[in-house]
């Protein structure tokens, strides 16, 4: 079956812009998740989200990260006033949601930001 | 969420078994230890998880201390598409993010 898919793969933008990162989760999967990944580090959690409401945000590093996921699905996630500091590739996962115990997430391939 | 600490890097030979260490000395009773690779130009992909006894999948084995304060992931024979930074972290019940460290970057020699 399909996986988790991103869009664009790659975006280059200039300082100050604005830019929407998509997520298409799999079918089925209720948790989607939003990390950024800078070069050389490890995957740094952004968001989650359970169904349509963002069940923990505490990894946004600021008011100019916002993402939504308006019927449970596909997610995007939104960048204001874009900053160099801001590249980095942006990964989605999804998962099942189950009461207890840990969930497998799938990963998409990221797209990678670049702010001039 | 408990904090890991794995070695920067690994090598290994093709075909000759891994194993490669995480420590979490402060680990709790209900943590999941989680493994999980990246390979190059890729998302992370999920490798195995356990609690508190030694688990075996298709991929690897995960070889859980008695204390808990360790575990092992063993690749039984690596292949050179097990080239990756491997993650090891470790999750409390309900909840549902991952802190990823740094990883063990892992080559593998032909």
Redesign the interface.
Known sequence: GAG?SQTPSNKVTEKGKYVELRCDPISGHT?L?W?RQSL??????LI?F?GTGA??DS?LPNDRFFAVRPEGSVSTLKIQRTERGDSAVY?C?S?F?TS???????????TRLTVL | DAKTTQPNSMESNEEEPVHLPCNHSTISGTDYIHWYRQLPSQGPEYVIHGLTSNVNNRMASLAIAEDRKSSTLILHRATLRDAAVYYCMVTTSGTYKYIFGTGTRLKVLA
């Open positions: 988790v948790a998740y990390y050389g580090q490890g995957p740094e959690f989650y359970q069940a923990d990894g990964l996962a998962s949601h207890g115990g840990p969930n497998e997430q799938f990963f998409g391939p990221g």
